[in-house]
């Protein structure tokens, strides 16, 4: 199976409640065959868009893909996977390892593509949906 995985990520605030967002498209049928989202708790903008892109190629390896184009609005994370920037945060580089380790997990062609964020709508919409569904519960009630 050859796919498509777009995927985006975001914070409320940096750092602040986060949500990733997840399409996993069968490229050569062009259908959407999962989606994900995902609350993440608080964490950095930049943690989340890593925890989707590592979401995407986890689900790769569940699916046995043959390849992979994951597609991606964040030009930090697509560009530190393609080897043109260094990764030069510590807690982004532990997650670049997790990134690199999916890679080889599914020893098939991976590539990455940069595209504007109005090109990854139902991912963003994941990723909102659900910092949303969190926010939007209720704290419980606590009692002194």
Do not use: W
Request: aromatic share 4%.
């Amino acid at each position: 199976m050859h796919l498509q995985i777009y995927t985006d990520g975001g914070a409320r605030g940096n750092p602040g409640p986060a949500g990733i967002g997840v399409v996993v498209v069968d490229k050569s049928k062009g259908e959407i065959i999962e989606e994900h989202s995902v609350f993440l708790g608080k964490t950095t903008n930049n943690q989340a868009e890593y925890r989707a892109a590592i979401l995407a190629l986890e689900r790769a390896v569940a699916l046995n893909a043959l390849s992979v184009e994951l597609v991606a609005d964040s030009e930090l994370i697509i560009k530190q996977a393609r080897g043109e920037y260094k990764v030069k945060n510590p807690d982004l580089a532990k997650r670049f390892l997790e990134l690199k380790n999916f890679e080889t997990k599914l020893g098939c062609r991976v590539t990455y593509r940069h595209v504007k964020r109005e090109h990854n709508k139902r991912a963003d919409a994941l990723a909102n949906q659900a910092m949303d569904e969190q926010l939007k519960t209720p704290a419980p009630l606590t009692r002194g």
